[in-house]
């Protein structure tokens, strides 16, 4: 019964994978496109664990790129990625919590719209005048209905109290009408907000540079120290200055090539020279900064990646005077259409 599903996803797949979209353009797909494709579904049936993990893989594959039937080496996990931008993710909908937070609407159901058909059928057919807190998954009750009490025992064990629970199902309540992505916000796994949050996705800063500074910040860049490690045989070298091997801090702080880079721009937008991830972010949350800073550190970080990826797989070279002057162009576009 879920093959139809299944069918959509990869249809979609197929459609878009071949297209040039950047990460940030797959990531808004992958929430607004293939898994509106299943909300029809989630809000109806609870999917079985076998589902979710060809789901996930699925949207895996098509955000990462497949080729020759083989997913490219990943140093984000799926669960980061999933996670809110406060907690260092990207905010994509992670498929059991989506699903589960549009089945807790049942439930909702039963408390807030006592006069519609399926609440008056519950009550008569199913509880038959017992509370919904109390009742039970047994071999009697359809599959549909003890998938219900299973999101009834999902409230309950978050604060442990059908008074607590009640309340938690007020939370979801927006302008009389049921709120998945408050129930969502309810049942997902959390993480511990970041510092870096509002640097890394301001408003100002281009999606796509966004993403980079994102894999920056949790050093999740495919540097070749960590292929190595992946049991790739590399040559360790910096492309960008050829005379060190390369690690996430060198290409961005130590390598002679950035450092140049980095100079001009910190010369342009007015910030503080420094050459250590950790400083940077210091000095951008011990004091105020405005949009065109924080978009200019992102959009650094994309051009100095996106240099060095050119020089491996292209053969190309730009001199940092004319990466600079990309920078700029890029986010002077950016910020006000024009470049100046």
């Known amino acids: 019964m879920y093959q139809p599903l299944l069918d959509k996803l990869k249809a979609s797949i ?29 809000a109806s049936i609870l999917f079985p664990k076998v589902v979710i993990k060809k789901i996930n893989k699925i949207c895996k594959d098509f955000l990462w790129g497949i080729s020759d039937g083989t997913r490219r080496h990943t140093f984000l996990k799926w669960q980061l990625l999933c996670s809110p931008k406060l907690e260092g993710g990207i905010g994509i909908k992670e498929v059991l919590s989506w699903n589960c937070a549009q089945m807790v609407k049942w439930v909702w159901k039963l408390h807030n719209k006592p006069q519609s058909i399926w609440t008056r059928w519950a009550h008569t057919y199913v509880l038959k005048g017992q509370s919904i807190w109390i009742a039970r998954q047994t071999i ?72 980079t500074g994102l894999m920056v910040m949790n050093d999740s860049l495919p540097i070749v120290a960590k292929l190595i490690t992946r049991g790739l045989f590399l040559v360790n070298r910096c492309v960008l200055c050829e005379c060190s091997m390369e690690d996430l801090h060198h290409v961005f702080f130590n390598c002679s090539y950035s450092r140049q880079v980095w100079a001009a721009v910190a010369t342009w937008v007015h910030l503080p020279l420094s050459f250590s991830l ?19 550190l992102m959009a650094s970080f994309h051009f100095i990646w996106k240099e060095r990826n050119s020089r491996i797989f292209k053969g190309a070279k730009s001199s940092s005077d004319s990466l600079c002057i990309v920078i700029k162009r890029a986010v002077s576009l950016r910020l006000y259409g024009s470049f100046a």
């Open 14 to 42: 197929q459609h878009w994978a071949n297209k040039n979209l950047s990460y940030a353009g797959k990531t808004l797909l992958v929430n607004s496109v293939i898994f509106g494709l299943n909300n029809f579904w989630g």
């Open 140 to 211: 009697s009750n359809s599959w549909y209905w003890n998938n219900v009490v299973k999101m009834k025992d999902l409230l309950l064990n978050i604060d442990g109290s059908s008074s607590l629970a009640m309340q938690l199902l007020e939370r979801c309540t927006h302008h009389a009408r049921f709120d998945t992505n408050a129930a969502y916000d309810l049942v997902r796994s959390r993480r511990e907000p970041v510092p870096w949050h509002s640097i890394v996705h301001g408003n100002s800063c281009h999606p796509k540079n966004s993403f």
């Open 278 to 296: 950790d400083s940077i972010v210091q000095a951008f949350l011990s004091e105020s900064r405005n949009g065109k800073q924080r978009a200019s």
